[in-house]
């Protein structure tokens, strides 16, 4: 929604890859926004993720750059 609403009308705040794959913004003032951690994601352990998570993480790992 953030990318829809700068589009053309002013200065958002937004994670660079969603930004530059919707193709509708560009990078401005690089030198004040220094590089984030990255996307944490917490759940409660590795043995019995439900389908539904482990099918987001995948979609995460993929989407997103390490």
Same mark, same amino acid.
């Given at each position: +929604? +953030? *990318?829809?609403?700068? &589009?053309? +009308?002013?200065?958002?705040? *937004? &994670?660079e890859a969603v930004a530059l794959e919707a193709g509708k913004l ?14 944490? $994601? ?6 019995? *993720?439900?389908?539904? $998570?482990?099918?987001?993480?995948? *979609? $995460? ?6």
């Amino acid at each position: +929604m +953030m *990318v829809e609403a700068a &589009a053309g +009308m002013g200065i958002a705040y *937004v &994670a660079e890859a969603v930004a530059l794959e919707a193709g509708k913004l560009a990078l401005v003032l690089e030198e004040w926004c220094p590089p984030g951690p990255g996307l944490c $994601l917490y759940y409660p352990g590795r043995r019995h *993720v439900p389908a539904g $998570l482990r099918a987001f993480i995948e *979609v $995460l790992r993929q989407k997103l750059p390490n």
